[in-house]
């Protein structure tokens, strides 16, 4: 009887762990939002973030590829790499974004795909996360607004 008894603690454990309970301490996904403003005439582009992002910066887009959509002649496809540049001093973070943008007008397009967060420098040496980002430019003015998850 008693070897039962101490054979209980460890079934009850790996059961636990076949059930999706985690070791203390695992990094649980954490919600975060970016939304990028865009002057394209005065050459501005600032961010705003929630989660365990820096609250607000700056970024610089680097296109890496650029192709033409050969089924929709109204559509490019980008890839671009990010570095947001954070204003309070901790840091910034690297992202890479597979965009498509769609010609919408004379001056106005939309864009939306999938983005990864991969590190930076300071606070977010070890950042990583992925989102989706959706955005709109018109006039000379963008607006993107990212959503997603960090984890860490």
Do not use: W
């Amino acid at each position: 009887m008693a070897a039962l008894k101490n054979l209980a603690v460890p079934v009850l454990t790996i059961g636990a762990l076949a059930l999706g309970a985690g070791p203390a301490g695992a990094d649980v996904p954490e919600p975060f939002t970016i939304t990028e403003t865009i002057d394209f005439e005065a050459e501005e582009f600032s961010f705003i973030a929630t989660g365990s992002l820096c609250p607000s910066g700056t970024f610089e887009d680097e296109v890496k590829t650029f192709a033409a959509d050969k089924g929709n002649s109204g559509r490019l496809v980008l890839l671009i790499r990010t570095e947001y540049i954070c204003d309070d001093g901790s840091g910034s973070f690297d992202a890479l974004k597979h965009v498509i943008i769609t010609f919408t007008g004379e001056d106005s397009s939309t864009s939306s795909g999938p983005i990864s967060l991969k590190g930076g420098t300071g606070d977010y040496v070890g950042l990583a996360g992925h989102g989706v980002d959706v955005g709109q430019a018109e006039g000379g003015l963008g607006l993107g607004e990212i959503s997603g998850v960090l984890v860490r």
